[in-house]
T-cell receptor, first 112, second 114 residues
């Protein structure tokens, strides 16, 4: 079964620290992987999309990496800020599917 | 561009009632999706559409219906609402399939069935 897992479910980090969020998936045959941010009561905002042929993508203080062989992706956030507090979801488009498979997310709290 | 808009933002239904959740996008996207998000769970795909006049079931279609008469609109119909349909519903769109392109999400509709 194709599944996406995000551990831990919640994470608290002091402001200014660098941090890594984890995403693992059960099938290495993926088309691409997306990281989303969700603020409370709001919809999802796409942060980064990594195609299967790519190893990483960067946007500002965010860097997402992809290791298909090990079924893992990480989202690195540099110099964390209170405004980074949100839930971060990982979603995978597996080959042969027409839909994204979402993880359950990591709720990140940056402590001022 | 307004992006993806959804109405209403909140709704309380009694068991057995029906309603339509509205979704509109102004980005000329071909693909549109309806998801539900239950507490502590990932998003589950209800229905999707690859273009006007074409719809298909996702993971959890039972109890829902959709139509796609125009590129812009993708309403989700709930018939005979049940407590199990209490959830937050998100509409999304993308130019290409799935996540070949990024998916853009609406703000969600929080539905409670009592």
């Amino acid at each position: 079964k194709q599944e996406v897992t995000q551990i831990p479910a919640a994470l608290s980090v002091p402001e200014g620290e660098n941090l890594v969020l984890n995403c693992s998936f059960t099938d290495s045959a993926i088309y691409n992987l997306q990281w989303f941010r969700q603020d409370p009561g709001k919809g999802l905002t796409s942060l980064l999309l990594i195609q299967s042929s790519q190893r990483e993508q960067t946007s500002g203080r965010l860097n997402a990496s992809l290791d298909k062989s090990s079924g893992r992706s990480t989202l690195y956030i540099a110099a964390s800020q209170p405004g980074d507090s949100a839930t971060y979801l990982c979603a995978v488009l597996f080959w042969g599917n027409e839909k994204l498979t979402f993880g359950t997310g990591t709720r990140l709290t940056i402590i001022p | 561009n307004a992006g993806v808009t959804q109405t209403p933002k909140f709704r309380i239904l009694k068991i057995g009632q029906s309603m339509t959740l509205q979704c509109t996008q102004d980005m000329n996207h071909n693909y549109m999706y309806w998801y539900r998000q239950d507490p502590g769970m990932g998003l589950k795909l209800i229905y999707y559409s690859v273009g006007a006049g074409i719809t298909d079931k996702g993971e959890v279609p039972n109890g829902y219906n959709v139509s796609r008469s125009t590129t812009e609109d993708f309403p989700l119909r709930l018939e005979l609402a049940a407590p199990s349909q209490t959830s937050v519903y998100f509409c999304a769109s993308s130019y290409g399939q799935g996540a070949v392109d990024e998916q853009y999400f609406g703000p969600g509709t929080r539905l409670t069935v009592t």
